[in-house]
């Protein structure tokens, strides 16, 4: 094939799946720098490969079955990404002093728009909101890697086992071993279904009025009001994890610096779940990033939030740089 059919062909046939493989990529190594970087790869070794391209298979699964490679190279030398529940302590006092681990390759969020998981078109959505759940994604980071991409391959892609197979070098006994290993543990590290149930369209909104009002206003009352019985609070890179919405109340009214006022959310879609770009204000009134909220909710109130710590996050996510002071 020429190199100028190439060059025109490849882009066309292959650039549609993108985000998809972006999400692919994110679930296998819990970062979106890293996927982006992984994906880039992917498409690098799929156009210089393109003239053997024979067809034999479709186009999707050829580049998923690159990007998987590729992703499982790059693991053989990347620690898998946890969250702080994820390092094995028990949940903290929030009355102890926060511990920040920067070193730690911490998971990161995901924008739904970034993976195709955006929109009310059921038609342009690529990428399933459950499949890119943080919850999901950091159980996905204690599996082996190739256990992570087995079951990827077949409970999201849902590839049959031969083709698994194929790929991985292996048999189709060994990758249906491997898939019911990762189900087994994927079983113990997530939440059940019924416990996850979210909440009707108008009680969610409702629920995220209540918690922005209640955290603008640092009303600690209303906050705990807000968080189920078996509640969960995490905010990498800080390791403690507390448990509770008591404990919570507790931790945001001692460690928060923010009085009533000082705060500012700004609504987000981060991996298929609300979530908030929280904003503190400064000396001059304006509000400047503070942190990243992801929630996860139920019907019978919030059962997790994870803050992320990290403010490179506004700037790659789209949200803003600064919001203006209090008119």
Request: hydrophobic letters at 40%.
């Amino acid at each position: 094939m020429a190199q100028k059919q190439i060059d025109e062909e490849f882009p066309r046939l292959a650039d549609p799946f993108r985000r998809e493989l972006l999400a692919h990529c994110y679930r296998m190594l819990g970062s979106v720098h890293d996927a982006e970087d992984l994906v880039q790869e992917t498409y690098l070794r799929a156009w210089r490969a393109y003239d053997r391209f024979e067809g034999r298979s479709s186009m999707r699964t050829w580049l998923h079955r690159i990007a998987t490679n590729t992703c499982l190279d790059a693991l053989e030398s990347r620690s898998r990404r946890p969250l702080p529940t994820g390092l094995g302590a028990p949940s903290s006092d929030p009355s102890d002093t926060l511990v920040e681990q920067g070193e730690v390759p911490w998971l990161e969020p995901v924008p739904d728009a970034m993976v195709g998981a955006a929109g009310a078109d059921p038609a342009a959505v690529v990428t399933s909101k459950e499949s890119i759940r943080l919850a999901f994604v950091a159980a996905l980071q204690h599996l082996p890697p190739r256990q992570r991409a087995v079951l990827l391959l077949r409970d999201v892609l849902k590839w049959r086992a031969a083709e698994v197979a194929e790929l991985m070098d292996t048999t189709t006994a060994s990758v249906n071993s491997a898939l019911q290993r990762a189900r087994a543990q994927l079983k113990q590290l997530t939440p059940t279904e019924e416990s996850v149930s979210e909440p009707s369209d108008a009680a969610q909104r409702e629920l995220l009025d209540r918690y922005v009002t209640a955290f603008e206003n640092k009303d600690i009352s209303a906050i705990v009001q807000l968080f189920t019985q078996d509640a969960v609070w995490e905010m990498p890179p800080f390791t403690g994890w507390y448990r509770g919405p008591e404990d919570i109340g507790l931790l945001i009214k001692n460690q928060c610096p923010a009085g009533p006022g000082d705060l500012r959310l700004v609504p987000a879609a981060l991996n298929g779940q609300p979530a908030f770009g929280m904003y503190m204000r400064q000396a001059d009134g304006s509000f400047a990033p503070w942190n990243l909220h992801v929630l996860t909710l139920s019907g019978s109130g919030v059962s997790h939030v994870v803050a992320f710590f990290e403010l490179d996050l506004f700037s790659r996510f789209g949200l803003p740089s600064v919001l203006p002071a209090a008119s």
